[in-house]
């Protein structure tokens, strides 16, 4: 913008220069001043022809001011520039980058990192890490910015119960917080500071829930060779954490829509469920659990998978207080595509299904079964589509309505809507996914 406007002042001040020069050469030729000059009708005489020959010496005179202002204003850009030009190179030699706008120079070269002080260099702030009644997990920074973590009580200002020394701390439950330092993991009382489980293990699993911190339970791993064996440390009726010194293949926790979870895995590869009190939800008598993310009536659903006697995977759907909702005799389980209309099952290549509560609706006895919907004017209605082969290997489907019943009979290719009864449309599901 600076720039801008000395350009401007520069040109104006040509052309005035140049216009009053040209004025007075006017003046001259016409014997008059210009001034008084007011009606160019009755007055025109006076110039005659030397307004003609003024006109065009005015003209180049102009035009003349005009270049040399222009080389003029050229001129001093070429100056300025020759001007930066030679700062910057005056600056380069320094190891500095000079900037024309700012009032300080940045350096560039010969610059460490080391040469600036981190944020929270010095600082000692809190870590949302879990907390025991008034003990919080704390970060102390040193001058690099790199933080030890430890434990206080009451607050920013009060003692240190744990010193500050640990690469890593969880506060788990009321006597219980896991603490690593070197690359191992043990266990610390937090309100005490005390070592529960010395600093040997490689790695740890556990919840950690504030609002609840009575009821969690640590797992601890060592890692010898490929195999890592676990062991899990659980609050007794005063809060203290102690383990029965059983050992596991692996433990997970996790949160399944009802509560908190474990699934373990004994030596053995056989899989079982506890809850967040170490209490026994499924037995451990399974080849493989997997949670389904739903609950059916507040209660929690698992595919689990079992191995018959000749070694083959079977699999069904369990739910959390152990009762059967599929049997575990079908090479695939789907409890996703249906959603709450049912749940798909596979068993040697054909296709059925069973509702969320256990009751099969659709035999496996088709080659495939699909979830479909149309539009009657008032609402979306769900149904079902199974297709098979008839006796002459001609592909054939039929329409069924959510609890299985048919709808329409056996037709060739894939079943339209169309062919549903409108009375019997007013009577299907509402189509909710």
């Known amino acids: 913008m600076k720039k801008i406007f000395i350009l401007l002042i520069l040109v104006l001040s040509a052309f005035t220069a140049q216009g009053q020069s040209a004025l007075r050469q006017l003046e001259s030729l ?258 493989g659990l997997a949670n389904l993310n739903y609950t059916v009536d507040n209660v929690a659903y698992y595919q689990a998978k079992v191995r018959s006697s000749s070694g083959a995977e079977l699999k069904g759907v369990v739910d959390e207080t152990g009762r059967s909702i599929i049997p575990c005799s079908f090479d695939e389980v789907d409890a996703k595509s249906f959603g709450a209309y049912g749940i798909k099952v596979e068993s040697e290549g054909k296709q059925g299904v069973y509702d969320v509560q256990g009751y099969p609706i659709l035999p496996p006895g088709f080659d495939k079964v699909e979830l479909d919907h149309f539009y009657d004017g008032q609402k979306h209605r769900a149904f079902y589509r199974g297709y098979t082969t008839d006796a002459s290997g001609n592909r054939v489907s039929i329409l069924t309505d959510t609890h299985g019943n048919p709808l329409t009979e056996f037709v060739s290719g894939a079943a339209s809507p169309d062919l549903i009864s409108k009375d019997a449309a007013e009577w299907l599901e509402e189509y909710r996914i």
């Open 30 to 287: 016409a014997g008059r001043q210009v001034g008084d000059y007011q009606h160019p009708v009755s007055e025109a005489s006076y110039a005659g022809d030397g307004f003609e020959q003024a006109g065009y010496n005015l003209g180049a005179a102009l035009a003349q001011g005009l270049f040399a202002g222009i080389d003029r204003l050229i001129e001093k850009i070429r100056e300025k520039v020759q001007e930066n030009r030679a700062k910057k190179q005056a600056v380069r030699e320094q190891g500095y980058t000079y900037r024309a706008n700012a009032t300080k120079y940045t350096r560039t070269s010969n610059y460490k990192l080391k040469d600036v002080k981190p944020v929270n260099a010095g600082k000692t702030l809190p870590v949302e890490c879990g907390k025991a009644g008034d003990y919080s997990v704390y970060a102390k920074y040193d001058n690099k910015g790199n933080p030890k973590y430890g434990i206080k009580s009451g607050g920013a200002k009060g003692k240190w119960v744990y010193k500050p020394v640990s690469e890593g701390i969880n506060i788990v439950g009321l006597h219980g917080a896991t603490v690593t330092k070197d690359g191992k993991t043990g266990i610390i009382d937090p309100v005490t500071g005390k070592m529960v489980e010395k600093m040997e293990y490689d790695k740890y699993r556990a919840f950690c829930y504030p609002d609840s911190p009575s009821n969690m339970i640590i797992g601890l791993g060592k890692t010898d060779g490929k195999e890592t064996s676990w062991q899990l440390y659980r609050p007794d009726a005063d809060g203290n954490y102690v383990t029965d010194g059983k050992e596991y293949a692996d433990v997970r926790f996790f949160e399944d829509g009802t509560g908190q979870k474990i699934m373990y895995m004994e030596k053995g590869g056989q899989v079982g469920l506890m809850n967040g009190k170490g209490e026994s939800v499924l037995p451990p008598v399974f080849d």
